[in-house]
């Protein structure tokens, strides 16, 4: 099998994965969705299918960044945004931290642990776009 090197086929190739991505993920979201209806949340949960659409979900955000990134029209300051986004993510899980604490049936140790999960679930995609926007501005450097 030879490479394809024609840009208007490697656009068509392109495109025609797109729309198997979209009826594969179509398919999963329908057999979860059967799923939630007859055995409940619990039984869609348990499905392998969840876990596969929850991962792909997760790579196709962050290779989305990274085109997102490469056409950012002005010229930002990674350090600056990385800040801003610690401190906005650190707000968020702070309060929600807050709140479930104060929850009925929650105790503290409950508030600390969501708080943590959810700053851990947040600092990872700002630290890849940091590292992104950083990677950017070096390579236009050089």
Known sequence: MQKIKDERLLLKNLQNLRIAY???TLGIIGILG???ITKGIDGMRENPL???FILTTVVSA??????SVEYES???SPKKGF????????LISTIIGILTS??????AINGVLT???????GIVPISYLYYLRKKRIDDHTD
Do not use: P
């Open 22 to 24: 979209i009826l594969q």
């Open 34 to 36: 059967y799923d939630l």
């Open 50 to 52: 969840w876990f596969v």
């Open 62 to 67: 962050f290779l989305s960044m990274n085109i």
């Open 74 to 76: 002005q010229k930002r």
């Open 83 to 90: 800040l801003i986004s610690l401190v906005v993510l650190t």
């Open 102 to 107: 104060l929850s009925e049936g929650f105790t």
């Open 115 to 121: 708080a943590g999960i959810i700053f851990i679930c």
